[in-house]
């Protein structure tokens, strides 16, 4: 997973990772928003705690809120590309029932 975003059809990261087929793409795609999401969460619990401990002390933790901020938001990029890419990939096709 080396983040470089690359056409969905194109079959050689530029990082030099070979796509053998669309079943490990999407593979790829899947793990980063797994990444994605949990970076948002991430994010989400450490700002929450960072402004629920504002009431306790205030500069060290308005320090924390900023990075977790940023990680939210990375997390939110993430999602969205790889969403994106696995709508420009299109369904996979669906297994048919064969009758004999």
Known sequence: MCGIVNRPNAPRCDCGHDFEDETELRSLLRRRLTTGWTMVVGGLVLTMAAVLGVAFVTWPVVFATIPSIALFSKGTRIVDAARHR????????TARLLSG
């Open 86 to 93: 696995m709508r420009e990939l299109g369904a996979l096709p």
